[in-house]
T-cell receptor, first 112, second 113 residues
Framework: DAKTTQPPSMDCAEGRAANLPCNHS???????VYWYRQIHSQGPQYIIH???NNETNEMASLIITEDRKSSTLILPHATLRDTAVYYC?????????????FGQGTELSVKP | DGGITQSPKYLFRKEGQNVTLSCEQN?????MYWYRQDPGQGLRLIYY???????QKGDIAEGYSVSREKKESFPLTVTSAQKNPTAFYLC????????????FGQGTRLTVV
């Protein structure tokens, strides 16, 4: 299983962009990069995913490097409600039923 | 509303008792998953099912059992053989084989005393 590496914690000022990095150097060609976040004692919430192109939705942007070995999740204007643990996940649709492989995540603290 | 529901939110059991956690979805998803989360840790896969009447072990299946008799339901039984059952249990579902999001329930926090 491809593994992801994220910094354990990050701080961000409210209103500024939060850039969360992820390393997935062993990702294979058919594996997707997914991002989820989890607020304490709740189920993970989907944010965004991509294969090789950059992606944007109403929540965030996902930038994937050309070699696909790393990616960055961007929250363009962080708010206090964005404080959560963010998980970068590599997912193969054909390995173990498309399971999501969770790492330790990055604990993002958005401060006023 | 469409979604995935886990019940109960909190569950207490005595050591040595089996306990069953409920997971129901009305999203018409084929694939369903059970994960376990320990404090400060990421999620680990217990079991998954891609179609009715079929399921497979995940990375930490020992001490757990599941059934998938209906598409909407994927209950997890924590047996007395599970050595450290106290944990936060999360159920998820997704469309099989598609690059779409997996939806998670709100979890069941099981405490065994």
């Amino acid at each position: 299983d491809a593994k992801t590496t994220q910094p354990p914690s990050m701080d961000c000022a409210e209103g500024r962009a939060a850039n969360l990095p992820c390393n997935h150097s062993t990702i294979s060609g058919n594996e997707y990069v997914y991002w989820y976040r989890q607020i304490h004692s709740q189920g993970p919430q989907y944010i965004i995913h991509g294969l090789k192109n950059n992606e944007t939705n109403e929540m965030a942007s996902l930038i994937i490097t050309e070699d696909r070995k790393s990616s960055t999740l961007i929250l363009p204007h962080a708010t206090l409600r964005d404080t959560a643990v963010y998980y970068c996940i590599v997912r193969s649709l054909y390995n173990q039923g498309g399971k999501l492989i969770f790492g330790q995540g990055t604990e993002l603290s958005v401060k006023p | 509303d469409g979604g995935i529901t886990q019940s109960p939110k909190y569950l207490f059991r005595k050591e040595g008792q089996n306990v069953t956690l409920s997971c129901e979805q009305n999203l018409n998803h084929d694939a369903m998953y059970w994960y376990r989360q320990d404090p400060g840790q990421g999620l680990r896969l217990i079991y998954y099912s891609q179609i009715v009447n079929d399921f497979q072990k995940g990375d930490i299946a020992e001490g757990y059992s599941v059934s998938r008799e209906k598409k909407e339901s994927f209950p997890l039984t924590v047996t007395s053989a599970q050595k450290n059952p106290t944990a936060f249990y999360l159920c998820a579902s997704s469309i099989r084989g598609a690059d779409t999001e997996a939806f998670f329930g709100q979890g069941t926090r099981l405490t065994v005393v």
